[in-house]
């Protein structure tokens, strides 16, 4: 899928940065996958409910389980660094990861106890901003339809662009999911080159992404 402003593949992330020179891109904001005990709890839960959409769902967990057993590896995160100046990544709790005093987090305002409250990010490359908490309730956003198991808020990467990223900057997204991220860097106007590898969810992606941008503006708050 191409447009004015995205670039989105379905390919293999390593494939897609190995294009790239060195500091290529000014931010790259990634959701890589780093672990399947989640997923599997949430697959078993869904296959023990009686609904139609519960078993859609808890399909769709089950295969997150193979995607997600692959943690990225050091060539990984070595190219990630090498194409971009600055960095946004989730579930860094998960990495080995260089130091670093600056990351967020994302307040689900969760009411359930055995759920995450919150998600963290790491910061790095040449972000130097203090640490910064963006709140959106997993209730609200729960009322959007959802395409993949681990899918964030358009709000949220709306926010990210806007206290992170600069006018004219190049977005790098390596697992782009449920197309969150370019449906906001559509309205806001930034270029986003991202892929997904998983033939399924690119091609859902890409429907949502037209779907949701085609409206004339967005109303992410």
């Known amino acids: 899928m191409k447009t004015n402003l995205l670039d989105i593949r379905n390919c293999d992330c390593m494939d897609l940065m190995r294009e790239y020179p060195d500091n290529h891109f000014e931010l790259a904001i990634v959701d890589p996958p780093y672990g399947i005990e989640r997923f599997k709890k949430c697959s ?24 997600n057993n692959h ?5 990984y995160f070595m190219e990630l660094f090498r194409i971009s100046r600055s960095q946004v990544i989730w579930g860094a709790n998960n990495f080995h990861l260089p130091t670093s005093e600056y990351f967020l987090c994302w307040n689900k305002e969760q009411a359930m106890d055995n759920f995450a409250t919150l998600e963290m990010a790491w910061v790095g490359g040449e972000i130097k901003k203090p640490a910064k908490l963006f709140t959106y309730s997993i209730a609200r956003h729960n ?13 949220l990467y709306k926010w990210l662009l806007q206290n992170y990223a600069k006018e004219g900057d190049k977005i790098l997204d390596t697992h782009m999911g449920s197309g969150s991220i370019a449906i906001a860097c559509h309205y806001m106007g930034f270029n986003l080159t991202a892929c997904e590898l998983d033939e399924d969810y690119y091609n859902a992606a890409c429907e949502r992404i037209k779907r949701e941008t085609a409206q004339t503006e967005l109303a992410l708050f």
């Open 44 to 67: 078993e839960r869904d296959l023990n409910a009686k609904s139609v959409k519960a078993h859609r769902i808890a399909s769709r967990f089950q295969r997150m389980e193979t995607v």
């Open 71 to 75: 943690k990225p590896n050091e060539d």
């Open 143 to 155: 009322q959007t339809l959802k395409i993949h198991p681990t899918q964030k808020p358009v709000a």
